[in-house]
């Protein structure tokens, strides 16, 4: 995990540099925006802890350039300036939290962490019982054999893999997968998962796509279904 910070005054930039490197973090400091822009430009961080008040641009300047590139790491702002309206001002430009100075290293450090937490990637493999989708090389696998799925058929098991063991609606399944609102026609969704069950299923012993009655459909591993009383209707 890599952080810049991006503060002018050096006293407080080395200090938050030191703690955050003493919590594990591979910190870069930059003392004005545009060597902060710099930064940005040349490397790939997961965070941004900027300083509002910069001797050479705005700081809300600094926030707009990282908010204008396609991925842009979590930004959380420090500022003296601890009206409401500053506040409101960066978190509408897209900051994703707000520090107010003076404040304890301590709190800092637990913004940084739920910051960093959040922005966390998906893991590129999913895995339920014996099924594995991985997710960069589009490829699912069920007991050492390779499954073919048609896109659709992909995107709906792999939202129900980061769903594991979690209810999802035929609405839900059909906005995630679809991108857009098909309401009326969640019946299509019943359909897709007949292919998905006669290709990932069938042929196996352990069934994983569970029938949620009143609900829709989950993937789960079927001992754990039936420890919550979910039952899989044919
Ligand atoms: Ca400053």
Known sequence: MRILVVEDEKRIADFLCRGLQGAGYAVDE??????????????????????LMLPDMDGMTVLQKIRNRK????VLILSARGDLEDRVK???QGADDYLVKPFAFVELLARVRA????????????QVADLTLDCTRRKVIRSA????????????????MRNKGRP????????HVWDMDYDGLTNI?????????????DRFPQKLIQTVRGIGYMIEAPEKAADQGIERQV
């Open 145 to 160: 054999e390779t499954i073919d799925l048609a896109p659709k058929e992909f995107g709906i098991l792999e939202y129900m």
């Open 115 to 126: 910051l960093l937490r959040r922005g966390q990637p998906a893991p590129e493999k999913l």
């Open 71 to 74: 991925v842009g790491p979590p």
């Open 168 to 175: 999802l609606s035929r609405t839900m399944i059909v906005e």
């Open 189 to 201: 969704v019943d359909v897709y998962i007949r292919h998905l069950r006669s290709k990932i299923d």
């Open 30 to 51: 930059a003392l004005d925006g545009a060597s902060a822009l710099d930064h940005i430009h040349s490397a790939d961080y997961d965070m941004v802890v900027l300083d």
């Open 90 to 92: 960066g978190l509408e």
